[in-house]
């Protein structure tokens, strides 16, 4: 027999269930959440009551939204450094219309939407356009809006916090769907919590089940192959940037409506929480790997850790540890997973 015809195209060799299992990006990541549980139900029976869920499930939603959106940046190959302190502008944007200009506040949010794609076609745009690293460019976007939210903030307040959303025009409806909460069994639950699961089936359904989703997988792993084979490389890598900078005006909407008022340093910070959480899902720095869900996972980790800690009775300043410990647990383990993928396909 010939070699040829002894040899085996590696797309149609068969790939056991366990093989497939070890190789999915958010395998690390599920395995941590149920750890995560686990260590902290058995400290504290208030972390796994139905209250304490919701409790460690609010932190994760909104996390978990730009976490989502963050992952399938990074899966395309590109960082947005902006992303955290853009959740702080959108929010303080829907308050100070609302509040300093007397709009409905339905129309400061649909206004506040444009500005933050205004931002995420920016930051696309140039990032595409001139080839330079995009977490330079986000760097240079993250100083330009942390300044334009002091400034701003102060020139039309004279103060760093801006309230007073209550009782404006739209108000009632638009914190119903954005920051209510809804009754399950007689516990609240935020409803950024559906936000969140909705988002990420979404997310996930574009990315495995789309043309869309090939294609942010291609640019991600090799730009210039995927454009030899007519993938439009220019046009994912905006549509990206604009689904973060969507998610982005979400969680300070979120944040905005629940809070009833915004502050100027809001957001600052959180892009770092935001790659870290993609991280510990499995999403490779390198691009061209990883999973929306993966991120939710990540991003439920976060959440555990940080209420977690103060049912165990713990000093808060070790969460930082804590994460820090996961993150490079979870750097390491993507790296095995990687090779192993990479030896059973060579």
Known sequence: MST??????????TTSPLRRLLVRPELGALIGAVVVFVFFAILSPTFRSPAGIANWLDPASTLGIM???????????????????????????VTIIATRFGLDVWLAVAISLVLALIVGLFN?????????PSFIVTLGSYLVLQGLNLGVTKVLTGNVL?????????????HLVFSSSVVLGGTYFKVSIVWW?????LATVVLLRTRFGNWVFAVGGDQVAARNVGVPAARTKVLLFLTTATAAWLVGTITALRNTSAQADAGVGDELTFIVAAVI??????GGYGSAIGATFGALIFGMTSVG????????????????????LAVFANRLVRRYAERRRG
């Not at 040829?4 to 060799?13: F, H, I, K, T």
């Not at 309230?163 to 009632?172: A, D, I, K, M």
């Not at 899902?281 to 390198?286: D, I, N």
């Open 309 to 328: 800690i103060v049912y165990a009775g713990w000093d808060a300043d070790w969460y930082k540890l804590f994460l820090g410990a996961m993150l490079l």
């Open 281 to 286: 899902g499995g999403c490779l720095l390198t």
């Open 4 to 13: 040829a015809q002894g040899a085996v195209d590696e797309r149609l060799a």
């Open 197 to 201: 699961l909705v988002l990420t089936a």
């Open 162 to 174: 801006v309230g007073g959303l209550v009782g404006r025009p739209g108000f009632s409806s638009a």
């Open 67 to 93: 976490a989502v959106a963050v992952a399938l940046l990074m899966i395309g190959g590109e960082f947005d450094l902006s992303a955290g302190v853009l959740t702080g502008s959108t929010g303080l944007a």
């Open 124 to 132: 696309g745009l140039l990032v595409v356009r001139t080839g330079l």
